[in-house]
């Protein structure tokens, strides 16, 4: 499962998720979630891991390398730790 950060609230719906995968005979724990265009910040990225969020992908302009690779570096350093 892979929700869009800004569309709609992903963490206020884990929980319905997780009794929904329960009551399927699944195991919540299982559950292998991702974002995608979650904010370049640690505090929300941090945020989704504590709520189980597996993976997050980071949004990219459609612009020139002089553009995008900063970002790129940038958002490695959060990766990375």
């Given amino acids: 499962m892979d ?3 800004g569309r ?3 963490l206020e719906k884990l929980p319905l998720l997780r009794s929904m995968m329960a009551d399927a005979g699944r195991d919540p724990d299982s559950l292998d979630l991702g974002l995608f265009a979650c ?12 709520a189980g969020v ?9 612009a020139g390398v002089d553009v995008v690779l900063p970002l790129l570096d940038r958002y490695a350093t959060l990766i990375t730790g």
């Fill in 3 to 5: 929700p869009i950060h």
């Fill in 8 to 10: 709609g609230n992903v």
């Fill in 39 to 50: 904010p370049p910040n640690q505090s929300a990225i941090d945020g989704y891991a504590a």
């Fill in 54 to 62: 597996n993976r997050v992908a980071f949004a990219l302009p459609a």
